[in-house]
């Protein structure tokens, strides 16, 4: 069973923008409650996508610079990252056929 990567500035780089493989990102906080609802289905989604797609959670409180950088207004914030660039994003807390339809279509793109 695989687990979200913690994602910070020093690992952003190497796990996120130079993966060979689909990348989401959650973008939460501790007192964030709809944060808190998407985190255990952001875990699940790990893994049943361990082999396929690389994903991790970036808590924005201590990570302000990359959720400057990436324009995040409000949590959760889910990006899709493909080859180093956003290629889609969910904000807010949403059914988890929404997050796996979304990294389903990157990883059917690579195919």
Do not use: H
């Not at 923008?17 to 989604?45: H, N, Q, T, Y």
């Not at 324009?71 to 969910?90: C, H, M, Q, T, W």
């Amino acid at each position: 069973m695989g687990k979200a990567v913690e994602i910070n500035e020093s690992n952003f780089e190497e796990v996120v923008l130079k993966s060979d493989k689909p990348v989401l990102v959650d973008f939460w906080a501790a007192w964030c409650g709809p944060c808190r609802m998407v985190g255990p289905v952001v875990e699940e989604i790990a893994g049943e996508y361990a082999d396929s797609a690389v994903v991790g959670k970036l808590d924005v409180d201590n990570n302000q610079d990359i959720a400057i950088k990436y324009g995040i207004r409000s949590i959760p914030a889910l990006l899709y990252f493909k080859n180093g660039e956003v290629v889609d994003n969910v904000i807010g807390a949403v059914p988890k056929a929404v997050l796996t339809n979304k990294l389903e279509a990157q990883i059917g793109a690579e195919a």
